[in-house]
């Protein structure tokens, strides 16, 4: 005898696995929802991420007009190109150099030099922090601009040395450069500051030419 089972209904999530997907069926509705909401989420992003962005493509707008930012560069590298280009390289080869040498300039030195500057400017009413702030720099900036300057100093400053008979020289040529109360005594310091200076500008274009002489440099842009 052969017992005839109840035959099972078709459940909803049988129905939707056979489904073949006919126009206006669920799955497929649900599916192209789900595509445009991805659409929209990655535009979104995209917009955003633009938006954000959107210094790197453009520096300002004029009544709607942009301008962009390669336009910028471009403008830039023709009004002071050249001259950044030079300043640059010449950084480059004189850190190259005192590396060689084996040259350094410590945080002691740059602390240092900060005094000495502030102190200077003090004597003139200002300070350096001031002066940095004013010209919208951070000590960090004048840190970097001094490593160069102390280097130089180390190298080209070895065999430089100030007199007595040089400073009182300078202090009575250029005394109406100097406060009223000012003497040779309080003056010392910056004027040999100030002529370590000169003969350190004297010895250094042709300590460099001989570096740019010597070094292999390749140049892949004309201004």
């Given amino acids: 005898m052969i017992i005839k089972m109840p035959e099972k209904k078709a459940t909803k999530k049988a129905i ?3 489904c073949e997907c006919e126009p206006g069926c669920i799955c497929c509705t649900l599916s192209k929802k789900k595509l445009i909401t991805g ?7 995209i917009l955003g991420a633009l938006y954000f962005f959107r210094s ?35 950084e480059i080869l004189i850190n190259q150099e005192a590396k060689k040498q084996n040259v350094t300039a410590t945080q002691a030195d740059l602390d240092q030099k900060f005094t000495e500057i502030d102190n200077q ?17 951070t000590r960090v900036d004048f840190d970097n601009q ?51 200076q000169q003969k350190l500008s004297a010895k250094l274009q042709p300590w460099l030419k001989d570096l740019q002489t010597k070094a292999k440099i390749l140049y892949f842009i004309k201004f």
């Fill in 16 to 18: 939707k696995e056979t």
């Fill in 39 to 45: 659409i929209v989420i990655v535009v979104l992003v």
């Fill in 56 to 90: 790197f493509f453009i520096v300002a707008l004029v009544n709607g007009k942009p301008i962009s930012r390669l336009g910028f560069d471009r403008a830039l590298e023709k009004q002071d190109g050249q001259q950044v280009l030079s300043n640059t390289v010449t």
């Fill in 121 to 137: 400017l003090k004597a003139q009413g200002q300070s350096l922090e001031a002066a940095l702030t004013a010209n919208n720099q």
């Fill in 146 to 196: 001094m490593k160069t300057q102390i280097v130089l100093e180390k190298m080209l400053g070895k065999d430089i040395t100030i007199t007595d008979q040089e400073v009182s020289d300078y202090f009575t040529k250029n005394k109406a450069t100097f406060t009223k109360d000012a003497t040779l005594a309080s003056e010392t310091a910056t004027i040999k500051s100030t002529l370590i």
